[in-house]
Each structure stands twice: as structure tokens, then as C-alpha cells.
């Protein structure tokens, strides 16, 4: 193991310049073995699988967003020394991947079928090992810390034994079949497609009113395209549809039983335009009364409601479509026609025949083939399924049980719903890339099905089943597919069940749902504790990413241009679980300004370092000003936020205090106290110790979230100051722990005032455009706070621009100062005589602007206070807080309204 980075600049660069750091240290931390979890400890495992993105790949903010998250997770869990182990890889992503090599194929003017299968296989596996590791190279760049060591990939031997594993145990369980049901079929890929593979669009189609004649003792229709059809027929029911084409697969039609228009019908028969078919006319409630004539035709072969509607019926299903949504010769005079051209060619015949009412413009959401690009045709197809329900009812109790948390909460609702009403779920798809189906058939149809170690089948006549498995199929194995389920590993014992599946809540059902089926079932454990789903990434203004809105945010572009850890820190802070993000660029830009700010605050304490003496006050590091205890308390203060914080899994608000605390605790204050206290030779040693001490733990705070960045500072700033127990690397040193007995109350309360007064002075100076340059006198009334202010008077005077000689501090004075402009906090006051420069008509209106919002805050207060049951109920904290501040606020009344009673007004 490498202990150091030989290549890391001996000094500090001016400026923090990502593009010369991050690909050294990633490199340096893979080499080094620090993203392997060590052989052996007693503390129980951190595990996450990464979802695996597809081999065919590339970085999107999707992936972006992920890796941040987990990334977050993992490097907090190993620095709270828990053996962690994130397991990476990829998945074959059989639809895209096969895609490509059919492109490739065509680019020389053949097909797969052309080459056959077993070419076809080669290549593809040649153009996978050629640009298959693209996608691992991109999410490095993203400085993702997982055990590449362990990089799994779907079609691995080991993976595709536990698919076949898996296949074996659920087909003699009886819990996978082949049959007939709706499938989501793309006609340009010709396979059969998961939900997830279509995306849905509103569009502008239409609804086409279809009169259907019923048959009475006589009537019967005549020939189609006569124009003479439906003559003599003297009854006729009215449909609604948005796909005409598909009339010539309807088994009936369907009304609602409380609908008085048709009830009289129910029972008859309608004939089917263009076939002549008998169908019944049937009550079910499914048919709306509201939506169009309120009477729909049924179709159970290409539509999933119409489906239902048949199974519940016992309607005959007729599918009408080839697999190339060709109509097939149930379709009558319409057979061979592309689905499109069919509907063009029926409505002008159903115009001639009377039997079009009338066609009204309808906007519906249309399924799109995710990789065909086509319309999705809902088809009846002879699959492999996979029997649902009993797999469901085991996630269900894992959830239910609280064996498995979903992070946030209200998604529970969502999970609970869909796994109460799951279909079965079709596990084939016409492809040659992939888990072919473990399936072999006998010439007399008999099935063979053999176990993971069995060896193929053979014999005269036997075939194997042409499709392969659902690409969703071997990811639902994922999180112990890759531990070396079914058999008894190492690795199995000791990570598995995993500790956290984290991905987006749009595959709450395609992915996250089938993983506790399949763990529950084959394992007989919850495959992870908690699941926490993170919202999508959005461009500035709420849209959703897209190619046709040219709004897609390239994560690579973004690291070239502002580093890693910008990203990373926007992705972390900008949204909270379960919630989207809108990605605007101005965030991305202030996260790189804060490691800029970052790195210059470790610049300014290196150069404030004595490494002899800082050593000789370490052993002593007891505080020594107001100021050391107040950022020591602060310091611990966040460590107990960010500890609660991050296990709640809040991690964009943890990482926002930890931001708030460097550059507006840290930076903004603490730093510049300790310019004036370096002043004094005596303070100089606990100085250096508070400001190392303090800087170099909020670094390793912030590791998880900023880890370049952290690690290059981190290595400077210990660099020959290391104590005997300090790691090669900040991502493997402790995880700051809080000492709450260094939160001190009092010392926070005194700092504020402190704080507020120089705060106060600062923001009259600028109020009244005093020039920064120029020193001012000031006199400060304090009370019993007199004490206090004096012992920080150079302080004040440095940081609010205050003459030394000019700034006088009392507990009383005589006579306030006239022609000055008046700071009140609490129950001090500060004058500021700034005679010549003061508009005292601004100086009344500053009052009474103040004076209103103190009036305000009051009411607010005083509300609160009198709500029914805050008082009883609301713990006794919160509410003595309430009342100090209600007190506090009534004095800034008393005495503005005493200040501007000086100046002749009685508000």
C-alpha cells in the first residue's frame, strides 16, 4: 500500500486548480487500496451496491447524482471506522447494447439475421470489452470510492449462474411460467418491453365516434365498402375510441350498468364494422359514462384495461397485429397494412358505410418505445412471467415489519400500492443479447429445465428457448448475485443482507421492488435496511432534461470546467430525499468559489504554523480567548448537528452547515480574530492550535461531500505535523466525533453580542458610505455587559474600523451623543458621532424601519405564546426560549422607542 503521494507539489499552490489534483489523488487512493474494506474487524459491515448503469453508457447527471449520495454515505461510514464496502458494476443493458451492434452491422450492410447468432454474440461481447469500460472510467472522474477489485458484470459466469439459479428455483416453485398475456410490444425492436423502457408524452390525437348496428330478427350486414353496409339496420350503439384500427380485435362492447341510455341494450349483440363479427353488449363498470358516448369498445388483445375487462368476462382475445404492427388476417380487408395506413383506409371506409359520427381532437398521453421511438403496442404475446403476487406479499411484510425503511417515508404509500396491485411480470424479450431462457424443448413440447450446474441438455431435437430474460430479471439479483449467491461465500456471510440500496424513486417499482422479491425469496432476507431514493435532476427552471429541449447538462463538461467537488457539493446541497433538484449553473459556480475559499483559508493558516511551537501548544490546548471558545464550541456544535443530521440521512442539510460553519463561523470571523490575536506574543500558541485544530477537523467533516479538494488541503496542512495515529489519507482518518463538553452556552451567547455589535457598526459605516479606510469613534453603552466589551475593545475596534483612542466603553453615560447614528442589541446601545456625514432624517427613518420589525418579531412572540397549548404542550426549552426572546425584544423596543423621543418623535 502506498502511504503518501510522491507527485503532490512540496508547496501550495496561489490558487486551487482541480483538473492538476483529481485524477492524481483518485489514482493514488485506487492504488493505495483504500476503497477495499480490510479482512478482518469486529464491527459490522457498511454495504452498498451501486446500481449498475448500462455498459453502453455514458455520464449523465442521473449517474452524477447517484454516485454523489452513495459516495457521501460510504466515505462517512469508513471514516466512522465501519469495514465498507461499495460493490460496483455494470449492467449488459440488453435492448442498448444489442442496438449498437445492430448499428454497426447495418453501417456494413448486414443484419443479425444475416450473421446468425453465435456471430452476432461475438461481436457483441468484441464491442463490449472495446467500449464497455467507459462508463467506470466516467464515474472515477466523479471520484466515486467503490472496490473496483469487486467489479461485477451482469453476464459475469458467477452472475449468470445465480440467474440460472434463480430461473430454476421459481420455474420448480412454480412461480414462473410461459402464457399468453398483454405485453408492452415495440414493433420497431420487435420484442416485448418493461414499463420502464416507455416513456409517456402528451400528444394532440383524436376521438373517433364509430356507430355499431345491432342485430335484430332480420338484419344482417351487407358488403363492406358498398357503402351499403349497415342499410336496413334501424338500432345502433355509438363508441368512442382513439385507435379505430384495432375494431376488427373487439369481443364486445361494454356500458355501464347504472347507465339508463344502454341498460335496455346490455345482453344484445352489435356487428363488428369491416368484419361482420357478432359481439355482446356487455354491463361492467369499467365503461364511464362520462367520457365520450359512455359506451367503449372492447379489446383484450391490445389494450391492458381491455384486458381485464375480458378475463372478467370470459371474451374471447384477438390479437389482429403481426410483430411488426403489420395486421395480420384477423383484420379482414385489411390485412398486411401498416397500423397507421389501417386506420387511414378504415375511416374513410366507416365515412362511406355511415358509420363515422363525428371525430373530435383529443390530447392523451401516448407510450413511446424508450429505444425503438415508436408508439408501444399494447399486444397479446406468448411469454416467460414470472407469478407476482406471493413474491409481492414477502416485500410487503419486509416494509411493513420495518425489517426495510424507505427513506423518505411517504414513498412507503407508493410501494404499498403497486405491490398490492402487481401483475405478473413477463421476464422474456425477443433478443439475442443476454440470459437466454434456461429452457429446453423436446420435439413433443415436453419442457427441460436444469439447475445452475447442470450441463445443457442434449439430444436429437432438443432446442433451446430463443428469447432472453428481462435485463431487470439479473438486476433484481444484484445485491447478492454479486456476493456469490447460491452458493455459501465469504462474502455472502459477511455483507450480506447489504446496508442501503440508494437510487432514484422512479425505479421504486422497476428495480427496487423486484430486488426485496427476489431477496426476500431466495435469501429469506430483506436484501438492504434501508432504501433512500433521491428525486431527478432538472435544469434551472423545473424542466426535465432532454435532447428536444437542448437542456442537457453534461456532468463531464461541468467537472472541466469547475472540478468534481463543485458538482458533487451542488448535487449533495441542493435538494433534500425524494425531492428533484433544479441544477442551476450559479450554484455549481459558488460551490467551486467555497474550494477556492477552502484552499485559500488552509494557504492563510499554513502560513501562520510554527511547526515547533504548534507541537509544544498541542499538548496544552486549552483555549485562551472569548474567541478560541467560541469556535471551539461552534466546532463541536456542528459535529453533533452533522452526526444527527447524516443519520437521518439528511445529508444536502449537513453538508450546507458544514459549508455555513467554514466560511461564515470559520473564515469570515475566527480567522480574522486570530490576525489581531498574533499580535500578542502571548496568544500566538493557542492561536495556531485552535486554528489548525478547527481547520483540519471541518476538512475531514467535509471529506464525504468535497473529497479532492479536502484530501489536498488536508496533506498540506499535516504534512510533518502528523501525530503517530494519523492515517496516509484523510479519507481513512476519523470521522470528527463531538465533545459536548466543549459546547458552552454562555461563551456562544457572549461571542454574539460581541458579533452583533461589530456586525452592527459594520453595516451602519455602509449605510452612511463611510469610506472603508477611515476609522470612526464610537461609544458603547454596556451595562452589565461593560466588562465583556472591553475585554474584546481591539477586536472591536479592528473589525468594525473603530479609532482605538476614540472607542469608549462604558456601563452608563450622562448624556448620549447628539448628531450620531444609534445601534441598539438588547441592552446595549452604540453611538456613533458621525458628525458632518450623518443624514439625521435617514437616521430617524433606519430607527423607525428598525423599530417596526422589532414590533413584528414581538407579535409573533406574543402569538405564539397565547397559541392554545403551546405552553402545556411544547417542551419547557422551547418555551423559555420563547419568553427570553420576547423579553429581549421588548427592550429594543423601549430603547429605539427612547432614541427617536431624542430626535422629537413619539412613535
Not at 360 to 388: C, D, K, T
Not at 816 to 826: E, Q
Amino acid at each position: 500500500m502506498s502511504t503518501s503521494d510522491s507527485q503532490r507539489p512540496a508547496e501550495m499552490a496561489k490558487a486551487y486548480e482541480s483538473q492538476r489534483v483529481e485524477q492524481r489523488l483518485y489514482e493514488w487512493w485506487e492504488r493505495s487500496g483504500f476503497f477495499t474494506p480490510p479482512e478482518t474487524s469486529d464491527r459490522p459491515p457498511f454495504v452498498v451496491s451501486m446500481p449498475p448503469p448500462n455498459v453502453t453508457g455514458e455520464l449523465h447527471m442521473g449517474h452524477a447524482m447517484f454516485v454523489t449520495i452513495e459516495d457521501v454515505m460510504v466515505r462517512w461510514h469508513r471514516m466512522l471506522g465501519e469495514p465498507t464496502l461499495w460493490l460496483p458494476g455494470t449492467d449488459h443493458a440488453g435492448i442498448a447494447t444489442q442496438l449498437q451492434v445492430e448499428r454497426l452491422l447495418q453501417s456494413e450492410g448486414l443484419s443479425r439475421q444475416q450473421v446468425g447468432r453465435e456471430e452476432f454474440l461475438r461481436r457483441t461481447w468484441e464491442w463490449k470489452e472495446k467500449y464497455g469500460g467507459e462508463i467506470t472510467r466516467q464515474l472515477r472522474r466523479l471520484g466515486a470510492s467503490c472496490d473496483w477489485t469487486r467489479e461485477r458484470f451482469t453476464l459475469d459466469p458467477m452472475l449468470s449462474r445465480a440467474v440460472r439459479a434463480a430461473f430454476k428455483r421459481l420455474y420448480d416453485d412454480g412461480l414462473i411460467y410461459r402464457g399468453y398475456r398483454l405485453v408492452n410490444w415495440s414493433p420497431n425492436l420487435q420484442t416485448a418491453v418493461s414499463d420502464l423502457e416507455v416513456e409517456y408524452e402528451e400528444r394532440d390525437m383524436h376521438l373517433y365516434h364509430v356507430r355499431y348496428p345491432i342485430v335484430g330478427d332480420s338484419w344482417r350486414p351487407g358488403v363492406w365498402g358498398s357503402g351499403r353496409w349497415a342499410a336496413g339496420a334501424t338500432e345502433f350503439i355509438t363508441v368512442a375510441t382513439t385507435r379505430p384500427e384495432t375494431i376488427m380485435g373487439d369481443t364486445a362492447v361494454a356500458v355501464n350498468p347504472n347507465d339508463p341510455r344502454y341498460r335496455h341494450m346490455i345482453g344484445q349483440m352489435v356487428a363488428l364494422p369491416a368484419i361482420g363479427r357478432l359481439i355482446p353488449i356487455i354491463a361492467d363498470d369499467y365503461a364511464d359514462p362520462e367520457f365520450g358516448t359512455g359506451a367503449v369498445k372492447i379489446t383484450p388483445a391490445h389494450d391492458p384495461n381491455d384486458y381485464l375487462v375480458g378475463l372478467r368476462h370470459h371474451l374471447p382475445m384477438i390479437n389482429i397485429m403481426n410483430a411488426d404492427a403489420t395486421l395480420n388476417a384477423e383484420a379482414g380487408p385489411y390485412a398486411g397494412l401498416d397500423r397507421f395506413e389501417a386506420r387511414r383506409r378504415l375511416i374513410d371506409d366507416l365515412e362511406r358505410e355511415g358509420l363515422l359520427v363525428e371525430v373530435r381532437p383529443h390530447r392523451m398521453s401516448v407510450g413511446i418505445s424508450q429505444r425503438g421511438g415508436e408508439i408501444v403496442e399494447p399486444l397479446l404475446s406468448e411469454q416467460w412471467f414470472v407469478r407476482a403476487g406471493p413474491l409481492a406479499e414477502l416485500a410487503l411484510a419486509a416494509v411493513r415489519e420495518g425489517r426495510t425503511r424507505i427513506v423518505p417515508e411517504r414513498f412507503e404509500k407508493v410501494f404499498f400500492h403497486w405491490l398490492e396491485n402487481i401483475q405478473d411480470w413477463c421476464i422474456s424479450r425477443q433478443l439475442w443479447w443476454g440470459h437466454r431462457i434456461p429452457v429446453w424443448y423436446t420435439p413433443d413440447g415436453q419442457m427441460i429445465v436444469p439447475g445452475p450446474d447442470d450441463p445443457d441438455p442434449q439430444g436429437q431435437g432438443l432446442v433451446q428457448d430463443p428469447d432472453v430474460l428481462d435485463t431487470w430479471f439479473s438486476s433484481a439479483l444484484w445485491p447478492f448475485s454479486t456476493l456469490g449467491w447460491p452458493d455459501d461465500t465469504p462474502d455472502m456471510r459477511r455483507f450480506y443482507p447489504t446496508s442501503v440500496m440508494e437510487t432514484g424513486y422512479d425505479i421504486l417499482f422497476f428495480w427496487v421492488a423486484r430486488m426485496m422479491m427476489m431477496g426476500c425469496y431466495l435469501t429469506g432476507e430483506p436484501p438492504f435496511h434501508t432504501v433512500y431514493l433521491h428525486g431527478l435532476v432538472r435544469d434551472k427552471d423545473g424542466r426535465k432534461m432532454s435532447k428536444t429541449y437542448g437542456n442537457v447538462v453534461n456532468p463531464l463538461d461541468v467537472i472541466d470546467q469547475y472540478g468534481a467537488d463543485a458538482l458533487r457539493f451542488t448535487l449533495a446541497t441542493s435538494s433534500s430525499p425524494g425531492q428533484d433538484l433544479n441544477l442551476n449553473p450559479e450554484r455549481i459556480e459558488s460551490a467551486r468559489n467555497f474550494a477556492n475559499k477552502l484552499w485559500n483559508m488552509t494557504r492563510f493558516v499554513l502560513s501562520k504554523l510554527d511547526d515547533d511551537s504548534l507541537r509544544e501548544a498541542r499538548r496544552d490546548s486549552q483555549p485562551a480567548t472569548l474567541a478560541d471558545r467560541w469556535i471551539l464550541s461552534r466546532y463541536h456544535r456542528l459535529a453533533v448537528d452533522v452526526d444527527r443530521l447524516m443519520r437521518a440521512y439528511n445529508f444536502g442539510e449537513a453538508g450546507r452547515s458544514i459549508q455555513e460553519f467554514l466560511w461564515s463561523e470559520f473564515a469570515d470571523w475566527y480567522v480574522e480574530v486570530a490576525k489581531v490575536q498574533f499580535e500578542q506574543e502571548s496568544l500566538r500558541p493557542s492561536t495556531r492550535v485552535m486554528l489548525f485544530t478547527v481547520l483540519e477537523g471541518a476538512l475531514r467533516m467535509l471529506h464525504p461531500f468535497m473529497p479532492f479538494v479536502t484530501e489536498e488541503a488536508w496533506q498540506y496542512l499535516v504534512h510533518d505535523r502528523r501525530s503517530d495515529d494519523m492515517p496516509a489519507s484523510i479519507m481513512i482518518a476519523a470521522y470528527p466525533q463531538p465533545d459536548t463538553n466543549r459546547i458552552d452556552e454562555s461563551v456562544e451567547r457572549d461571542w454574539a453580542l460581541v458579533q452583533a455589535l461589530i456586525t452592527g457598526i459594520r453595516n451602519i459605516r455602509t449605510e452612511y458610505k463611510v469610506e472603508p479606510a477611515r476609522l470612526i469613534a464610537a461609544t458603547v453603552v454596556a451595562g452589565t455587559q461593560a466588562a465583556l466589551i472591553e475585554s474584546q475593545r481591539a477586536i472591536i475596534a479592528r473589525l468594525a474600523r473603530v479609532e482605538a483612542d476614540r472607542l469608549m466603553i462604558a456601563p452608563t453615560i450622562d448624556q448620549r451623543p447628539a448628531n450620531a447614528a444609534t445601534l441598539v442589541i438588547g441592552s446595549v446601545e452604540a453611538y456613533l458621532p458621525l458628525a458632518g456625514m450623518i443624514d439625521l432624517e435617514a437616521e430617524r427613518a433606519r430607527l423607525l424601519k428598525e423599530l417596526e420589525s422589532a414590533l413584528a418579531e414581538a407579535a409573533r412572540r406574543e402569538a405564539r405564546l397565547a397559541t392554545p397549548g403551546f405552553v402545556d404542550k411544547a417542551p419547557a426549552a422551547v418555551v423559555q426560549r420563547e419568553r427570553d426572546g420576547l423579553a429581549a425584544v421588548r427592550e429594543t423596543i423601549a430603547r429605539l422607542q427612547d432614541r427617536l423621543a431624542q430626535q422629537g418623535l413619539h412613535p
